[in-house]
């Protein structure tokens, strides 16, 4: 059981490392944002997976519930953490953002 | 295991630092709030993780949950608040 937690742990910072990774190197303010909700937001589920995991090694019911409100933070960062990512987006594409092409070079400079 | 946990908060820490940079060098203010948002939603793991350090679990995870809806709700008034209309960009370049 903890070897199955640490597992999931491991892969849910990995997923962290391809959002942050994501977030420096793509040249463009949306494909930017593309990489770091999603990624974000899955690493954030397989580490919650996983710390969840762990607490119910030892079985009790204190423990089931801590368990399942580690799963509600899941649940709500799940609907919110794409909301907040288009609510950026909203506000970049009212600023008349072109997104980056690969001829046009657009998007912004760095 | 609980060592495993410490070391994975510090790891977790390090990759927090990379939207930092993102958020300090980011040319546009959406970059900078794309990269505040990376930070929140590490720091609710983060604290978790935390939580397991010190053993004291449930108190941590109602931290972790007000600081995601914080998070949320942070993200959506700064966006909300540089929502210009054609003007942002355009003033930046001149």
Not at chain 1, 6 to 34: M, Q, T
Not at chain 1, 37 to 46: A, C, E, I
Not at chain 1, 89 to 105: C, N, Q
């Amino acid at each position: 059981m903890n070897l199955i937690s640490a597992l999931l742990i491991a892969i849910g910072l990995f997923f962290f490392l391809g959002g942050s990774i994501g977030i420096i190197r793509l040249p463009d303010f949306y494909s930017r944002l593309h990489a770091a909700g999603m990624l974000d937001t899955m690493g954030l589920f397989l580490s919650m997976a996983g710390l969840a995991l762990y607490v119910l090694t030892d079985f009790s019911f204190a423990n089931v519930l801590v368990a399942i409100k580690i799963m509600l933070i899941v649940v709500f960062v799940f609907i919110t953490s794409p909301t907040a990512t288009h609510a950026i987006v909203d506000a970049g594409v009212r600023a008349v953002r072109e997104p980056w092409t690969k001829d046009k070079k657009g998007g912004n400079p760095i | 295991m609980d060592t495993y946990i410490l070391y994975s908060a510090m790891v977790l820490s390090v990759f927090m630092a990379i939207p930092l940079y993102r958020s300090v060098v980011g040319p546009t203010v959406k970059d900078r709030i794309m990269g505040v948002n990376a930070i929140g939603s590490k720091t609710t793991v983060l604290l978790i993780m935390i939580g397991f350090i010190f053993g004291r679990v449930d108190m941590f995870i109602d931290i972790a949950l007000a600081y995601a809806l914080l998070n949320f709700i942070a993200v959506l008034a700064a966006s909300r608040y540089f929502h210009k209309r054609k003007g942002l960009y355009q003033e930046m370049n001149r």
